[in-house]
Structures are given as structure tokens and as C-alpha cells.
């Protein structure tokens, strides 16, 4: 009996590591068939995100919707920030901000909006102006002030790419599961967050937050989608795992609270310190429900 528990749990990480890897690198002839799957791993693959079960709202105990901030600095999560140059790269690889534009203009993304409530809707015409700067150099207006028509080497046009992405902003729920007797986190939404592209170039350019993306649309996109693994690039993870799964570092700037969900930095003002320890608070208020159910 362990014996057939053994075989069967090995047979299905072979098929695993067989569909995570890239595929028939090894048995390819030519660099066309290099990422090419067969027909037999086709039919074992069975490549989707892992379906979220229903939770009633009775089953809910307790609660709590933050907003966190996800640093590119940092490297842990570099995975959602590189490769940001493509010109020498596979195209199985990309960054997340171009996984999220890439879809968006395929419309495989149908819905972007305005803010992290989801109140109002965007489409990608509405967020060019957002993500495009279109100038005219001083030799340009010397032209037109000639009365001759502008020559497309005076029009300065400056677009954001993955490169200028320097945050993510993701919004989730912490919820208690009274089924289960267990705290869990569900994302809700996330957002890239560049310098405002009108002062891009500027030293200092304030931080502005692009599009939202409602998280549960964007799933099979980003299940689609594979980040470098930088332990074994045999099996590397979908953008849909490493943010279900936490996979990153981030910091809460933001709790759902009575003052209209303010933000840390309203009332813990020009003292990163402390807002830090604001955003731990919040974290352990958040964490220490779990702890206290088992107490008595």
C-alpha cells in the first residue's frame, strides 16, 4: 500500500515538473521546437488556476480589507520586476506590468478601473494620457513658429515601460473561516504604480497609481504566465501563485477603518519609523485574531 501511495505521488510530480519545465528543450532538433509541447503532455496538463472555494459570508467571522505596497527595490521581489529589457529574451518571459498591458490592449483583461473600490470603469484609451507623454522639442516649435510642418525628429515622446514601475499596490481581505477554524488571505485587486509621466524625467516625481485590476479577472492571465525562478528554472511559478501565495515582500499603507480608510502617512505624518510600525501594528492586530481564538 505505501508502495502504490509512493509511485502514484511520484508519477505526479514527474507530470508536474514535465509540464512546469520548458518544454521539449531536450529532445528539440531546431530552436523552433524548443517550447513546443507534445501532444501527450497536452493531454496530462491540465494548466489552470486553482479554482478559489465558496466561503459564505456566515462562515465569516471576522474580517479586514488592507491596502499593501509592494517595493521593487527589494529583491525579493524582483520576480514581479524583471526582465524589463525583452530585446534579448524569450518570449515566455516577461515582467508582470507587461503581462497586465499585454492583455489589457488583447482584451483578454476586460475591465480596468479608476481606483481600488472598482467604482468606475477605464478603458485602455481612457489611461493613455497616463502613460504616454507626447512634446515637441525647441527646435520643433521653431519650426512651427516658421510656419513649416513639424518633423516627426522634433516630437519627443516619452512612454512608460516596466522599467518605471517602481511599486505594486495590491488590495486583499483577511478573513476568519469559522468552517475551517483558520485566517485567510483572498486578493482582491492590484495596481502598477510609475512617476507621474508628465514629470518622469524630473528628480523626484510623485508616485501615481496607473490602473486597477480586479485580481479574480486577471487570474487566468496571470496563471498563463510564468516569473523566473531563481532556485530551479526547470518549474517556474505563475504570477497567479506567487501572489495568491504571498511570494513577496510588502507593507500595509492602508486598513478599511471608521475615518474613510485613511491612509498611515494622514495621521503618522514625516516619520517613516513610525509608520512602519504603524503598518507592523496593523499586521498583528490582523494576526493575533487567529492566535486569540485558541487562548482561553
Known amino acids: 500500500m505505501k508502495l502504490k501511495s509512493f509511485l502514484l505521488i511520484l508519477a505526479t510530480v514527474c507530470s508536474v515538473v514535465t509540464s512546469f519545465a520548458q518544454a521539449n528543450i531536450l529532445n528539440a532538433k531546431s530552436p523552433d521546437e524548443i517550447g ?3 501532444d501527450a503532455q ?3 496538463d491540465n494548466d ?4 478559489y472555494g465558496y466561503v459564505d459570508d456566515r462562515d465569516i467571522l471576522f474580517s479586514k480589507i488592507v491596502w499593501e505596497k509592494i517595493v521593487l527595490d527589494e529583491r525579493a521581489n524582483f520576480p514581479l520586476y524583471y526582465p524589463i ?10 515582467s508582470l506590468y507587461d503581462v497586465l498591458m499585454k492583455s489589457i490592449k488583447s482584451n483578454k483583461i476586460k475591465n480596468i478601473y479608476d481606483d481600488s473600490y472598482f467604482s468606475s470603469k477605464r478603458t485602455l484609451k481612457d489611461i493613455e494620457a497616463s502613460l504616454s507623454k ?6 520643433g516649435i521653431e519650426q512651427l513658429n516658421a510656419g513649416e510642418n513639424l518633423s516627426a525628429e522634433y516630437i519627443d515622446r516619452r512612454d512608460i515601460t516596466a522599467a518605471d514601475i517602481q511599486e505594486y499596490h495590491i488590495k486583499g481581505l483577511w478573513y476568519f473561516d469559522k468552517r475551517q477554524a483558520e485566517l485567510k488571505y483572498r486578493l482582491l485587486g492590484i495596481a502598477p504604480v510609475a512617476p507621474d509621466v508628465n514629470f ?9 497609481e496607473l490602473f486597477w485590476v480586479f485580481f479574480p479577472d486577471a ?3 496571470l496563471h498563463e504566465a510564468k516569473s523566473f525562478n531563481n532556485q530551479n528554472s526547470s ?5 497567479d501563485h506567487i501572489l495568491n501565495s504571498r511570494r513577496f515582500h510588502g507593507y500595509i499603507y492602508k486598513e478599511e477603518n471608521v475615518q474613510g480608510d485613511r491612509t498611515i502617512t494622514e495621521y503618522v505624518s514625516q516619520n517613516s519609523l513610525m509608520q512602519l510600525l504603524e503598518s507592523e501594528r496593523i499586521k498583528d492586530k490582523i494576526r493575533d485574531f487567529e492566535l486569540d481564538m485558541w487562548t482561553y
Open 36 to 38: 513546443v509541447r507534445t
Open 42 to 44: 497536452k493531454a496530462i
Open 48 to 51: 489552470k488556476p486553482l479554482e
Open 85 to 94: 529589457d525583452t530585446n534579448n529574451i524569450g518570449s515566455n518571459r516577461r
Open 134 to 139: 507626447v512634446d515637441t522639442t525647441e527646435m
Open 200 to 208: 518622469i524625467d524630473t528628480e523626484q516625481p510623485d508616485l501615481v
Open 219 to 221: 487570474r487566468e492571465v
Open 235 to 239: 518549474m517556474p511559478f505563475s504570477f
